[in-house]
Structure formats: structure tokens, C-alpha cells
């Protein structure tokens, strides 16, 4: 089961919504084609817009989910888009 990139809630296996964004920390462990892009897992559409425009617009951690939340701990913006 995956989680939430915006929530942090556990997504039912099927129903999860993906996207892509560019971060330049990220380097894909057997695609170099995909270093600097990471791959986002959302609950739904609405939450994978609002993870593509922050990393868009860049942001903090903890700008999702506040600063105890799961989001928190995975997001990470390097730069905007």
C-alpha cells in the first residue's frame, strides 16, 4: 500500500494517482533519464494538482500536511519548475 504525498493517508491498492515533478535531488536508482524528476503518489486528482503546483512554486516541508504531519517528512522542493 502506498501513501499520500499531500496527506499522508494510505491509498486503497488500484486507486492511487501518480505524477511526475522535477526535483533535482532525486536520482533514480536504474533510469538516468529520470534523474531530477521524482515520481509523487496522491489519494486522488485534487491532491496531485496541489503537489505539482507547490513544487512548481516551491515550498517548505511541512507546507502540506503542517509540521508534524507524514508530508512533512517526505517532501522535499529543491526548485520550481
Known sequence: MERCDACGDTIPRGT???GLVRDSSAVHPSNPTLDGRRIITACST??????QQRYRWGCRA??????AGPAALFLRCVYSM
Do not use: D, F, N, R
Not at 62 to 67: E, K
Open 16 to 18: 492511487e494517482v501518480y
Open 46 to 51: 485534487s491532491h496531485l494538482a496541489q503537489l
Open 62 to 67: 511541512g507546507s502540506l500536511a503542517g509540521p
